[in-house]
């Protein structure tokens, strides 16, 4: 039977280290979910965001026993000015998914280029086979603002290759979802449509 040593593999995943080795906000020995473990690092971008009171969509894998407590998101070159609120928010990974939970929005005034910013959940999300039943959770960022809405770090994906390939996948790997959104996040996922730049969310 072959194991870590004798295959040759690093006892920590790489992905994980290059970041820092960010954990699980209340289980410190599970490692932050993200699905820069699906994008990888290739043709990483300064992606845009959705346009104002729209919201961002990304499917990220996770693990059931998982307990998420906040979503960051790593701004690009491009601040946020005047974002008068907005949120993050986790959906159910599957078409229409309920509502888990989102942050409380805010008047977040600038959001600065090249930092780190964290969206913390009203409540905690525990992952389970019925909220993810394919592993993976939908992650929604909405901001509004008249003026300017931040990048963030993004990996590309041609709209014409998202598809639910296999029976209940994620519908697309970025897209958007909703119009006119500001403080409240819908019920349930909506109509979601595809983008061509996913950002980079880490769930903790």
Same mark, same amino acid.
């Given at each position: 039977?072959?194991?870590?040593?004798?295959?040759?593999?690093?006892?920590?995943?790489?992905? =994980? &280290?290059?970041?820092?080795?960010?954990?699980?906000?209340?289980?410190?020995? #599970? @490692?932050?979910?993200?699905?820069? =473990?699906?994008?990888?690092?290739?043709?990483?971008?300064?992606?845009?965001?959705?346009?104002? !009171?729209?919201?961002?969509?990304? @499917? #990220?894998?996770?693990?059931?026993?998982?307990?998420?407590?906040?979503?960051?998101?790593?701004?690009?070159?491009?601040?946020?000015?005047?974002?008068?609120?907005?949120?993050?928010?986790?959906?159910?990974? *599957?078409?229409?998914? *309920?509502?888990?939970?989102?942050?409380?929005?805010?008047?977040?005034?600038?959001?600065?280029?090249? !930092?780190?910013?964290?969206?913390?959940?009203?409540?905690?999300?525990?992952?389970?086979?019925?909220?993810?039943? *394919?592993?993976?959770?939908?992650?929604?960022?909405?901001?509004?603002?008249?003026?300017?809405? @931040?990048?963030?770090?993004?990996?590309?994906?041609?709209?014409?290759?998202?598809?639910? =390939?296999?029976?209940?996948?994620?519908?697309?790997?970025?897209?958007?979802?909703?119009?006119? &959104?500001?403080?409240?996040?819908?019920?349930? &996922?909506?109509?979601?449509?595809? *983008?061509?730049?996913?950002?980079?969310?880490?769930?903790?």
């Amino acid at each position: 039977m072959t194991d870590l040593v004798s295959g040759r593999y690093g006892a920590y995943d790489p992905m =994980w &280290l290059i970041f820092g080795r960010p954990v699980n906000a209340t289980q410190s020995d #599970v @490692p932050a979910r993200s699905n820069v =473990w699906t994008q990888k690092l290739t043709k990483l971008e300064d992606g845009a965001l959705a346009a104002t !009171e729209v919201g961002c969509v990304v @499917p #990220v894998p996770v693990q059931e026993g998982d307990v998420f407590t906040s979503a960051t998101y790593l701004i690009g070159a491009t601040a946020g000015n005047t974002v008068s609120a907005g949120f993050a928010a986790l959906y159910a990974g *599957k078409a229409g998914g *309920k509502l888990l939970a989102q942050s409380k929005t805010k008047n977040y005034g600038a959001i600065t280029a090249s !930092e780190a910013y964290k969206f913390e959940l009203e409540k905690s999300v525990l992952i389970t086979s019925e909220n993810a039943p *394919k592993g993976f959770v939908y992650v929604v960022l909405v901001l509004v603002s008249a003026v300017t809405i @931040p990048t963030a770090l993004s990996s590309p994906v041609p709209k014409a290759c998202q598809y639910e =390939w296999f029976t209940g996948g994620p519908e697309v790997l970025a897209g958007t979802v909703g119009t006119g &959104l500001g403080a409240t996040a819908e019920a349930t &996922l909506g109509t979601v449509t595809s *983008k061509v730049s996913g950002p980079l969310v880490f769930l903790q």
